[in-house]
């Protein structure tokens, strides 16, 4: 049976890379060896997951070596989607149970997850020309969400590639936790430590902080409920 392409698993099939996208040699090396050692496991550039009238979109980093390169779905079986699904549930944004596994049948209401880069970097590190290189995915992701109005960036990494995307001055928009940027179109840049298990070990991010944030998230799109 032919493997599935990231289209086939995406809910923005207009916006996904071929599943032997050749653009970041790096990277390309990387996914031969993984699909080598590894033939069960996803081991492709990974789709986006979540609603498609999403008015919030998580920006991550890059898919992980044994969470969304393994399962190809974002943030799936790793340390990280423990703490990332857990929240969107407590805020409303999902709906089933978190089963850390993409047979688990759970939805996302009016939240969906892309990467900054779609390919799994070596050391979790990406470059900045594959940052780059994979942006037009990313934005052509951004431009298919017609509700969209709020990003959450977890990490620099991520709140880098939308300022770039969005011709946003770096040294006018600076990375911090809880900070919020107001990006042009009127959409709304949120920053977020990225919920890694590192940075969950190292206590720079805990629940409680991690809450914070999309807390901040739900209140803006409440007040511009009402003042609509
Ligand atoms: S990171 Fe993006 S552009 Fe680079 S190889 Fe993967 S899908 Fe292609």
Redesign the pocket.
Known sequence: MPLASPADLSPLPNAE?PRD????PR??GLRLECRAEHSDWWNA?VPAFGDPQAWLAIIGLAPGKHGANRTGRPFTGDYAGELLYATLAKFGLSEGEYGADPADGMRLKGAIILNA???LPPQNKTLPI?EA??RP?LMEAIASLPRLTTFIALGKVAHDSLCRSFGVPLAKAKFAHGAVHDLPNGLTLIDSYHCSRYNQNTRRLDAAMFELVFERAVGLKARSAVSE
Do not use: M, Q
């Open positions: 890379a996208c050749p653009l970041c990277l390309v550039p880069v779609k390919c594959e290189t994979c995915y």
